[in-house]
């Protein structure tokens, strides 16, 4: 099993920065990691994912070009910098696990955090 905390969640202004960390506990030995965020009255939707050895990652339209994953295997931690931060990327993030290919599809992944909210003033 994994389990998995999310922590850097937080108030910040528009166009500011934020980094979110998500530390796993268990094995995660070739797995896919991504994050997924919801809004309220809206569905979760994917927001970054990155494969086990970093050689691929995947970017929503949304935050392409504002937000960077990576993770690293020693620490067994993925991490979400977010900047440029928009009143849109009000959401509670979520970190996820998938022992599978890189995929943007909430069903697709195995575990889940708790989430961490984020909030973006105007």
């Known amino acids: 099993q994994v389990q998995l905390v999310e922590s850097g969640g937080g108030l910040v202004q528009a166009g500011g920065s934020l980094r979110l960390s998500c530390a796993a506990s268990g094995r995660t030995f070739g797995s896919a990691m991504a994050w997924f965020r919801q809004a309220p009255g809206k569905e979760r939707e994917f927001v970054a994912g990155i494969t086990w050895n970093g050689g691929s990652t995947r970017i929503a339209d949304s935050v392409k070009g504002r937000f960077t994953i990576s993770r690293s295997n020693a620490e067994n931690t993925v991490y979400l910098q977010m900047s440029s931060l928009k009143p849109e990327d009000t959401a509670d993030y979520y970190c996820?696990?998938?022992?599978?290919?890189?995929?943007?599809?909430?069903?697709?992944?195995?575990?889940w955090g708790q989430g961490t909210q984020v909030t973006v003033s105007s």
């Open positions: 996820a696990v998938r022992f599978g290919v890189l995929s943007g599809s909430t069903y697709e992944y195995d575990y």
